[in-house]
């Protein structure tokens, strides 16, 4: 007999953060390095002035022009390399969010060498799509250095001319955004995603659930789906186990957004507010799953 457990919650209200990136010039100077600009870091408290005064919509803009100015006093790391990814050229900001590589190791071995084997093809990837694209290519990715320190890293790939127009080197503008995203024990305080207008953070208390897609993911809210350039592991290794729980290989939940639950002899089944799919729960996760969820 089909048994089916209904539960109801109301749905947050807050708006999606987007996040506008600026245009860096770059200006070369003939030397190995280019020279570090005094970074003015702005207070992470300014970020929210006065919500309850404003509405969602005067809420988000300003929350999206603070971060735009966080993002414009940052020194963001700059390397210029070839196709072959061997660097060329690279900035003083660059050592200072690696700091545990030095400077003649930058240059001796190939980037993808300065970092771990399971995220090489995947900046292959970010490579490939930079060669297609007719403008800069942003993307986001966990790097994890040889101390297992992790970092979350903005880059913003793009293809360099010479004075002939044809495409010589390749350059890439590396943000250090850790601090924006995570608390100091690696807790995600907001995830980037990819939007037709550009990047948006959600926070977690927006998501009804995450589907991997191969080494991405797919982020579902109430407002719609967005594509994600972490992994689902890693989004999952962030949020709070509290809150979130692993139902399927592919399948993430917010426990506190299960609206409907299927269960049969054959399979066991989740719906979540706002949102018609059945979501999988795996016979390897089931027990757990209805446990969390007080049905066992």
């Given at each position: 007999?089909?048994?089916?457990?209904?539960?109801?919650?109301?749905?947050?209200?807050?708006?999606?953060s987007t996040v506008n990136h600026a245009l860096i010039r770059?200006?070369?100077?003939?030397?190995?390095?280019?020279?570090?600009?005094?970074?003015r870091r702005t207070p992470c408290s300014t970020l929210h002035r006065n919500p309850a005064a404003l509405t969602a919509r005067k809420a988000a803009s300003m929350e999206s022009d603070n971060l735009l100015k966080l993002l414009e006093q940052l020194d963001p790391g700059v390397v210029l390399f070839d196709d072959a990814f061997n660097v060329l050229f690279i900035n003083q900001a660059l050592l200072l969010i690696f700091p545990k590589i030095s400077r003649e190791e930058v240059f001796r071995t190939n980037l993808l060498a300065l970092h771990e084997e399971k995220l090489r093809n995947q900046i292959r990837d970010i490579f490939r799509v930079m060669k297609d694209a007719s403008r800069p290519v942003p993307h986001t990715i966990r790097h994890l250095g040889r101390d297992r320190d992790e970092r979350f890293l903005f880059l913003?790939?793009?293809?360099?001319?010479?004075?002939?127009?044809q495409q010589t080197i390749n350059g890439c503008l590396v943000y250090d955004i850790t601090s924006f995203i995570t608390t100091a024990q690696r807790t995600l305080l907001k995830i980037p995603v990819s939007t037709a207008s550009g990047i948006r953070l959600i926070d977690p208390s927006e998501i009804l659930y995450i589907r991997a897609e191969n080494v991405y993911s797919r982020i579902f809210t109430a407002r719609g789906d967005f594509f994600c350039d972490l992994p689902l592991g890693v989004i999952e290794e962030g949020l709070p186990t509290k809150e979130f729980i692993r139902i399927h290989r592919s399948y993430l939940i917010h426990l506190g957004k299960v609206k409907k639950i299927d269960?049969?002899?054959q399979?066991?089944?989740?719906?979540?507010?706002?949102?018609?799919?059945r979501l999988p729960v795996s016979r390897s996760r089931s027990k757990d799953f209805l446990q969390r969820i007080g049905l066992r």
């Open positions: 007999m089909k048994q089916t457990f209904t539960r109801f919650r109301n749905l947050p209200g807050e708006e999606i770059l200006k070369m100077t003939g030397h190995a390095e280019w020279p570090l600009l005094k970074s913003k790939l793009m293809p360099l001319l010479d004075s002939s127009l269960r049969d002899a399979s066991l089944a989740v719906v979540m507010e706002g949102d018609q799919a």
